[in-house]
């Protein structure tokens, strides 16, 4: 999470040193009475490292997908309690209705 | 080893599929949320790059299309492979977002555009 978020911002950053690039680079074919053709190899180089870092943020960060079966492993009661050993199950309690309900996992 | 794994995932999800469709509702808007934010994201980054390349008019939008493909190419590679775990169509993964996206695509790519070639 942390780590692709820094990443998403270096992508950002990138991008943003190729936009100053790139106008520079106008700015130079400016004095030198040019037309632009096209962004120079730098700019393209730079903007494609940006594209995939940012790709890598986009993909990580926004979390995880969770499985929509109600069966599925992630889905199930994960855990007993931990005394097992202590737990009592024929005692005057249950006579009465339990409210208990066992939490799924998120 | 791993074709015998993959085989028994697929006959699952499969029969799952001939079941009543029943699907935990929260973890489905879960991952709804996690692919709409993946592409406005993703559709605010590739309009600054459209920007920057000083793209115009049809090549724009192709590359606008070309970016979203990846993008749902990476996004099934997220659900590994077998969406139909995750979602309950391939539409979901694969349209959702889209237009939204497009919006704040021709919004940043103008904006880089004239920032970048304009002023």
């Not at chain 1, 986009?58 to 199930?76: C, M, Q, Y």
Request: aromatic share 14%; proline share 3%; with cysteine.
């Amino acid at each position: 999470m942390g780590l692709g978020f820094v990443i998403g911002a270096f992508g950002v950053m990138i991008l943003a040193h190729a936009a100053y690039t790139t106008i520079q680079y106008r700015g130079l074919l400016k004095i030198m009475e040019e037309e632009f053709s096209g962004p120079p190899m730098n700019v393209v180089v730079e903007l494609l490292l940006g594209l995939v870092l940012c790709m890598w943020a986009a993909l990580t960060v926004p979390g995880k997908f969770l499985s929509i079966h109600p069966h599925s492993d992630e889905n199930r009661i994960v855990s007993l309690p931990a005394n097992m050993d202590f737990m009592i199950f024929n005692h005057r309690g249950k006579a009465f209705p339990s409210g208990m309900d066992m939490k799924l996992k998120h | 080893m791993g074709h015998n794994d993959s085989g028994g995932s697929e006959k699952k999800s499969s029969e799952s599929a001939n079941d009543i469709q029943t699907f935990n509702a929260e973890n489905l808007q879960s991952n709804m949320k996690v692919i709409y934010y993946s592409r406005t994201f993703l559709a605010i980054i590739s309009g600054v790059i459209a920007g920057i390349l000083g793209f115009t008019g049809l090549t724009g939008f192709i590359f606008y299309v070309l970016i979203m493909a990846i993008t749902s190419l990476g996004l099934v590679a997220k659900a590994k492979f077998s969406v139909h775990s995750y979602f309950d169509s391939w539409n979901r993964i694969i349209l959702d977002g889209f237009f939204g996206g497009l919006m704040s695509f021709v919004l940043f790519w103008t904006f880089a555009y004239d920032i970048v070639h304009i002023f």
